[in-house]
């Protein structure tokens, strides 16, 4: 900390920063602009024609991966796109209501993850656990025609990494905690081990029971109503809880 120094030798400390906690991750921030601005440009100022093969072209069709689409490479895009729309298709979405939750739960647990990881681990780590989340959707539809979009995937991944350390003593939300930004820098404990916290098995319970709750509902889409695809929220939290400890740049805690 920068110190004003006075004739007698004192020294007054500058006025203090605000804690991180209200700073937003400039990664979090770009990352919801860019889904924003999206949405925003695709609602009211691209034609239907594009829109249309923005969904072609970057939203996840399980169609795409039937065995006589796939072998022949004839979908739009080609095998390229057999790849990338495991990815891209978390930066589009259907309705206000589904954008707006989405960046909602992403500043609440996206931002705790980029504190913690850094602007390219957290990259990486949200684009992993959206294609999680795409293989899980593909594993359970299948035969499925209906586009997948939306950034639930990987924010169910931002969940689960979140609770790999929050509830951890020093953490932001621990019994114990810290203000400042050494608590998203806490040690976290092994996944077993991580599940002796009360805390941590409440969170999952609590987590999966929501998204086994709001898979029976339909939410506002583009077009009309959608389901929830609370499958590829599993795929992503499941992603998130294994792949935590591989990407994660503070040693765990040692017991």
């Given at each position: 900390?920068?110190?004003?120094?006075?004739?007698?030798?004192?020294?007054?400390?500058?006025?203090?920063?605000?804690?991180?906690?209200?700073?937003?991750?400039?990664?979090?921030?770009?990352?919801?602009?860019?889904?924003?601005?999206?949405?925003?440009?695709?609602?009211?100022?691209?034609?239907?024609?594009?829109?249309?093969?923005?969904?072609?072209?970057?939203?996840?069709?399980?169609?795409?991966?039937?065995?006589?689409?796939?072998?022949?490479?004839?979908?739009?895009?080609?095998?390229?796109?057999?790849?990338?729309?495991?990815?891209?298709?978390?930066?589009?979405?259907?309705?206000?209501?589904?954008?707006?939750?989405?960046?909602?739960?992403?500043?609440?647990?996206?931002?705790?993850?980029?504190?913690?990881?850094?602007?390219?681990?957290?990259?990486?780590?949200?684009?992993?656990?959206?294609?999680?989340?795409?293989?899980?959707?593909?594993?359970?539809?299948?035969?499925g025609q209906a586009p997948?979009?939306?950034?639930?995937?990987?924010?169910?991944?931002?969940?689960?990494?979140a609770a790999r350390f929050?509830?951890?003593?020093?953490?932001?939300?621990?019994?114990?905690?810290?203000?400042?930004?050494?608590?998203?820098?806490?040690?976290?404990?092994?996944?077993?081990?991580?599940?002796?916290?009360?805390?941590?098995?409440?969170?999952?319970?609590?987590?999966?029971?929501?998204?086994?709750?709001?898979?029976?509902?339909?939410?506002?889409?583009?077009?009309?109503?959608?389901?929830?695809?609370?499958?590829?929220?599993?795929?992503?939290?499941?992603?998130?809880?294994?792949?935590?400890?591989?990407?994660?740049p503070v040693p765990r805690?040692?017991?």
């Open positions: 900390m920068n110190h004003h120094v006075f004739e007698h030798g004192r020294e007054e400390p500058e006025e203090r920063r605000p804690e991180p906690v209200f700073n937003l991750p400039k990664v979090v921030v770009w990352l919801a602009g860019i889904m924003i601005v999206l949405f925003v440009l695709q609602a009211y100022v691209f034609s239907t024609l594009l829109n249309n093969d923005i969904i072609i072209y970057f939203a996840f069709w399980p169609l795409r991966y039937q065995a006589d689409v796939l072998a022949t490479g004839a979908a739009p895009g080609g095998l390229a796109a057999d790849v990338w729309t495991f990815v891209t298709y978390a930066f589009l979405h259907g309705g206000i209501t589904h954008i707006a939750f989405n960046m909602l739960w992403m500043i609440v647990f996206g931002s705790a993850v980029a504190r913690r990881f850094g602007a390219l681990r957290f990259l990486v780590f949200s684009a992993l656990c959206a294609a999680g989340g795409a293989a899980m959707h593909l594993a359970t539809h299948f035969d997948m979009i939306g950034a639930s995937a990987a924010i169910s991944g931002h969940m689960a990494a929050v509830f951890e003593l020093g953490g932001p939300v621990g019994v114990m905690r810290r203000t400042d930004d050494a608590a998203f820098r806490v040690p976290a404990a092994p996944l077993l081990q991580s599940f002796s916290n009360r805390s941590v098995v409440a969170f999952l319970g609590v987590w999966f029971g929501m998204n086994f709750l709001f898979g029976q509902i339909n939410i506002p889409m583009a077009g009309g109503a959608g389901s929830i695809a609370w499958e590829a929220h599993i795929g992503g939290f499941l992603a998130g809880l294994l792949l935590f400890p591989l990407i994660d805690r040692r017991y």
